[in-house]
């Protein structure tokens, strides 16, 4: 799947970039590149990717050498073509997380000795401090390797980020400890150094700081480690999604069957489908008929039947015979593909929430430099003695790390979009969360939303001695013949309650009035009670009661005579889903107000309305006026979400605060709406109301508890309260808090 577009004038890439620490580093590539003219970027840290729209005159190599000049690696997007080369890409992170890991092991092997040699007097035998040195050394040079480029890096480019900190911090550590040891008195054979780990002023001098150089590095790494590890399995979705697709296909070539690997089908290949194998691609079926098993895909336990003429998608499961498909969308185009960038763009986008977060974090930086430095300077001039403000100095450096404001958002909106993806709700972009918490009313179209969409026989009225048998067996093979939606209810209601149905001889159809033709000897009528009339087969007034009824209720009636006799009256109608009443009432739960929007007239409208439990509707609307009557609820003062499935609904679905599309609908209703929900059935609204209220609950959580402890841990580090090893371990622990909490959205029901 392509990640590079061009639009007219405007292109959009994702590159993917390198060297970034924290979400400064991430703020900072964004600025740089929107300084470009025409150039709309958006930096995710947690996903490693930038969104970059640009005008037709700069080039998106461009693009990567202005991130590059700011001290980070960029690449454009790669369209792996086999599986050796996805799986080359995708062992790139592993990679990374790999070298992280031994980074991580090996620092804390070292780190553990030299922590409890400061941290248990027992344990300070003679020149016990040159061993915690010998140990700490390596720690810090190598284990912190990764904050000591990146600070370089920024500096040469006149930048401060997290990683300035901790370099800071930990260099700051080793040099006192290294003065300290060859020119102070701490390198004395039998120096004792006593360690409390208690909030409290204390005076450093004499001491060596090895087990706070060495410990903050080791929290750091493994709280760095646990980030990206869990960055992987909140990115777990989007891989899933796209490892659905089958690898290879049958293609036939030349009238020979050659298997081919899945990428390289093009738009008009015809390729075979036995049963048990995946469909390679988006088709129309050309030959054969099967049961489809798509419930991967959109959640739906029971096989679809389908033949000659009948769309299929690409990573279903062929459940019945052999079918030979055409490939009308390939690549990118697929359904899969389609679903599976709605995944990503939504976990590439940053709600105003974040652009906050980023901000502060940009400043937050600086500011905690000069406060460290103030820090030092207060402690000094105060006559408080160099030790106690290094400490101080050193303690406000390492607490201010904003590693956790950075994971706040992207690790809470790429697990909550991934549990969303696995539910079957699709998350377009963040800005999303935003509206659910705001909604108040929703809008769901009737038909295709609460109603099942397509016709159904629902009665069969009979006049008097006439078998119901006879008549579903005569009426559905007449109509079997017909193409006419009502006809072929009536026929699939028929041949459900009846089995086979017999062959009809001199069909005919006539335009607006039935059909007609001969079945089992009998000269059979089935439509208008006009077109009976016509032939002297008029309807008893029982019949002519249901047909009557059956109108008023907003359903379809035919009539049904043969050999000189009205027999009967079929009603079809389009039947509410089982599902929806109870999706209506986990809406009101939410506490939204549910409208009924159809073209449909007032008494069908009335009577679906009753059966589901909604009480306000809005019946008889031309699909152009169904974003007017969105729009008159806006101006009432209600934020409005909409729910549809139709072409008819996409300028709705634009135009309201939230526009959730069923899966099972249009392009074009789905392009429109700001949720998709994979699967038609209605309780699904309700659940991704729920999940992203849920995800916007964390992430202002998250958001909350990193601006809290940076708030609160600030002032005691710069009043010499706080020792390095409590700061370091304590800025560890609020990043893997806030992605611990995040993923506490994967338990999401």
């Known amino acids: 799947m392509s990640s590079l577009t ?130 700490a ?52 054979p039998g120096m004792i150094h006593p360690f409390a780990f208690t909030i409290e002023r204390s005076d450093g001098s004499g001491n060596i700081y090895l087990e706070a150089a060495a410990g903050v590095t080791a929290f750091i790494l493994a709280g760095r480690y646990f980030e990206t590890r869990s960055k992987r399995r909140a990115g777990a979705a989007l891989r899933a999604l796209m490892e659905l697709g089958a690898k290879d296909v049958a293609v036939l070539r030349d009238g020979a069957e050659i298997r081919v690997p899945s990428g390289e089908l093009t738009i008009g290949d015809r390729f ?31 096989p679809v039947e389908v033949g000659v003429g009948d769309a299929v998608t690409g990573a279903t499961v062929n459940a019945g015979g052999r079918l030979l498909v055409r490939a009308t969308r390939v690549g990118s185009d697929t359904r899969l593909a389609r679903m599976a960038r709605l995944v990503e763009d939504a976990q590439n986008g940053k709600a105003r929430i974040q652009r906050l977060a980023d901000r502060i974090s940009g400043v937050f930086v600086p500011v905690v430099i000069a406060l460290a430095v103030g820090t030092l300077g207060y402690w000094l001039g105060t006559g408080g003695g160099a030790g106690a403000a290094f400490t101080a100095a050193v303690a406000v450096l390492i607490i201010a790390c904003p590693c956790a404001l950075g994971l706040a958002t992207p690790t809470a909106l790429m697990v909550g979009t991934g549990r969303g993806a696995q539910l079957g709700i699709l998350i377009k972009g963040p800005e999303v969360l935003e509206s659910t918490r705001r909604v108040d009313t929703v809008v769901l179209d009737k038909t295709g939303t609460v109603t099942e969409g397509a016709m159904t026989l629902v009665g069969v009225h009979l006049a008097d001695g006439e078998d119901e048998t006879e008549v579903l067996r005569l009426a559905g093979a007449l109509e079997h013949a017909s193409e006419h939606p009502i006809a072929r209810a009536v026929a699939r209601g028929a041949a459900e309650r009846v089995g086979e149905l017999p062959a009809v001889e001199d069909f005919a159809g006539l335009e607006g009035l039935g059909v007609q033709g001969v079945v089992d000897g009998h000269a059979v009528l089935v439509g208008r009670p006009a077109l009976l009339a016509e032939w002297s087969q008029h309807l008893p007034a029982d019949l002519e009661e249901a047909l009557t009824a059956a109108q008023a209720a907003g359903r379809t009636a035919v009539a049904v005579g043969w050999d000189g006799r009205a027999r009967a009256v079929l009603t079809v109608a389009d039947t509410v889903k089982p599902t929806s009443a109870e999706a209506i009432r986990r809406l009101r739960a939410l506490g939204l107000r549910p409208v009924l929007l159809t073209g449909d007239n007032e008494s069908v409208a009335r009577s679906v309305a009753a059966e589901v439990g909604i009480d306000e509707v809005i019946a008889g609307v031309l699909p152009a006026d169904k974003v007017d009557v969105v729009k008159r609820l806006q101006s009432e003062g209600r934020s409005v979400a909409m729910v549809g499935d139709g072409v008819n609904d996409a300028a709705a679905l634009a135009q309201a605060d939230l526009g959730l599309a069923m899966g099972t609908g249009t392009d074009a209703a789905i392009e429109a709406s700001d949720l998709t929900l994979v699967r038609g059935d209605l309780r699904v609204a309700a659940d991704a109301i729920r999940l992203s209220r849920r995800t916007l609950a964390t992430i202002r959580g998250n958001l909350f508890w990193a601006f809290a402890y940076n708030v609160a841990a600030l002032p005691l580090a710069a009043l010499g309260l706080l020792n390095p090893m409590i700061a370091g371990a304590a800025m560890a622990f609020s ?12 338990g999401f029901r």
């Open 137 to 188: 050394a390596p720690v810090v040079v190598y284990g912190g390797a990764p904050f000591h480029r990146a600070a370089w890096t920024n500096l040469r480019h006149g930048a401060a980020t997290m990683d300035t900190l901790v370099s800071l911090g930990t260099i700051a550590a080793l040099g006192w400890s290294l003065w300290a040891l060859f020119l102070g008195t701490a390198g004395t």
């Open 6 to 135: 061009h639009d007219g004038p405007q292109g959009t890439v994702e590159l993917s970039i390198g060297g970034m620490t924290c979400a400064s580093c991430a703020n900072r590539i964004e600025r740089r590149l929107n300084k470009l003219d025409g150039v709309t970027a958006t930096v995710n840290y947690a996903t490693e990717k930038a969104k970059v729209t640009f005008p037709e005159d700069v080039a998106p190599t461009d693009l990567v050498a202005e991130v590059e000049k700011a001290g980070y690696t960029a690449a454009l997007p790669a369209e792996p073509k086999d599986d050796a080369a996805r799986d080359e890409a995708a062992g790139e992170p592993d990679d990374a997380l790999g070298a992280l890991r031994r980074r991580l092991i090996t620092s804390v092997v070292l780190a553990v000795p030299v922590i409890a040699m400061a941290m248990i007097p027992a344990l300070q035998f003679t020149n016990w401090q040159w061993l915690s040195l010998t140990l």
């Open 272 to 302: 075979v489908v036995r049963p048990g194998e995946k469909i390679a691609t988006d088709g129309v079926v050309e030959e054969g008929t099967s049961a489809v098993d798509a419930s991967m895909l959109t959640g739906e336990s029971v």
């Open 735 to 746: 990043s893997v808090f806030v992605v611990g909490n995040s993923l506490r959205l994967r």
